[in-house]
């Protein structure tokens, strides 16, 4: 019997070890580097000097424009959250009940848009938010403006472009949670006096919870992440912190750059452990009160 639970016990390890190993190796040791460059000092000669220093966390919290700039990421985040659950949540219900074979189709249908790429897409949106495009175009036409809106460069584009991006995550997220409710469930508040308001609050969205925290932070993720998006539709005029990030990595800035991707990470963080806090998922899991 030992014997036996020994070999288990190594052919597990052997199993674990090599992708353990890649972890190790491609993610947590670069990151651990990077943290350490983030207290160095920035060289005019070198990537960095081997100087350690606060200097770098103290500009990016304490400067007014990288708090503008930290402010107006939180804002775009929040309310591309807000427009992916109320746009994803009642399509997520009309998903969930549809029949197992057209909810496979359905499902394949959101997935269908995640196939193209998201530089496309934001090139798409430039052909239709530009001076020239295809709205301003036709609210010329109608004579309903005299000269063309901006429309990109703004908070609105950034918002549009990654909510068509984002949303079908928020969907499938959702779709899946509410589709493993059992009936009865509601069927028995129902029969208790339960109207559906009162239904969808003690009962569906509550049970539904792990999805809707799932989704919310796989969205808020990718949200903070989508540089090309960002960049695109933005513009110079409308920067999030991902796109200083870039900016101080191209001016060979490197301790600035990874004290500004440490903070976006604590952001990430932060707002993830919000997001489980509030909808507390493991009372459905099952692992807590």
Known sequence: MRARLSRGRSLLWALLLPPLLVV???FVAPLLFLFYV???SPSQSELFAHVATLQNYVEVLSDEFYLLIIQRTLLAG??????C???GYPVAMVVARMSPRWRLMMLMVLLFPLMVSNVVRAYGWLT????????NAALMQLGWIPFPLRMLNTFEAVVLGLLTILLPYMIISIANSLAQIDKSYEEAAQSLGAGPIRTFLHVTWPLSSPGVAAGLALVFFLTLSAYVTITLLGGPRYKLLVSLVYDSVTTLQWPRAAAL?????AIALAVGAAIQAALRPQRVQGRGA
Do not use: D, H, N, T
């Open 261 to 265: 991707s440490f903070v976006l990470l």
């Open 24 to 26: 190790l190796a491609l």
């Open 78 to 83: 929040a309310a591309i959250l807000a427009a």
């Open 128 to 135: 239709i938010l530009g001076r020239e495009g295809v709205i």
């Open 85 to 87: 659950l109320l746009l």
């Open 38 to 40: 983030s207290f160095m």
